[in-house]
């Protein structure tokens, strides 16, 4: 399967320090995914909720998000879907801190869609796979983002070091995911990675994956 994804513009970097850092309710983010990997989700609750609100607060502040605003003040979230979307789950009032990666002089969700979608910033492929759908079909809120197993599995397989992280390239997980969904794995599910793990290590590590970013050939962690 290839994902026929436009050519992207790579995310700006967070502003040094916490200079331009806004703070923004969970509940104002508007996802530009459809679906996430809860595998991944599951873990991020899991460490988040051992810390204290001021200790979540602190680790947010470290890792700023990158945002769209339109000229309305809506908020588009580029990146974090997993981090936020597992916190907003435990508290639904939290906050996160991220810095306006673009500002757009357009305030209508069509439009606002059309030029993330330009710059490759849009991932609308579902659970399963298929797509693209229209752009309309995003959910409003981060907890409307959909399952899709595969994105659990390429998360597992960057926990173990077997895919490298590649935080400027738009949907970078969902890329090896569509890859390895065009392979034969046996059936697994975000709840039950381990029937295709060892299938997927031996895929991500092969050749015939190197043209893939964060590709890491044999080389173990």
Do not use: N
């Not at 399967?1 to 320090?17: I, N, T, V």
């Not at 679906?35 to 599951?42: K, L, S």
């Not at 339109?70 to 997993?82: K, N, Q, T």
């Not at 606002?112 to 399963?128: A, I, P």
Request: charged share 25%; proline share 10%.
């Amino acid at each position: 399967m290839a994902l026929r994804l436009p050519p992207y513009e790579p995310l700006p970097p967070p502003p040094s320090g916490e200079t331009g850092l806004l703070e923004v309710p969970l509940a104002r983010l508007r996802p530009t995914q459809l679906c996430v990997g809860m595998a991944e989700i599951r873990s991020r609750q899991i460490d988040f909720a051992k810390d204290t609100p001021e200790q979540r607060r602190q680790y947010l502040r470290k890792k700023p998000t990158p945002l769209v605003r339109s000229a309305s003040g809506e908020f588009w979230i580029v990146d974090r879907h997993h981090r936020l979307r597992g916190l907003m789950e435990l508290d639904p009032q939290a906050t996160c801190f991220g810095y306006v990666a673009l500002q757009l002089e357009v305030s209508e969700r069509e439009q606002v869609l059309e030029q993330l979608h330009r710059r490759g910033w849009l991932y609308l492929y579902d659970g399963r796979g298929l797509g693209p759908l229209p752009p309309t079909a995003l959910p409003d809120y981060l907890t409307g983002t959909q399952d899709d197993p595969y994105r659990s599995l390429i998360w597992k397989l960057k926990r173990e070091g077997v895919v490298a992280a590649a935080p400027l390239i738009p949907f970078h997980e969902f890329r090896w995911g569509a890859w390895l969904r065009s392979r034969q794995l046996p059936h697994f599910g975000s709840d039950r990675l381990e029937a295709a793990l060892p299938a997927a290590r031996a895929l991500a590590r092969s050749a015939a994956a190197s043209h893939l970013a964060g590709w890491q050939g044999m080389r173990r962690p």
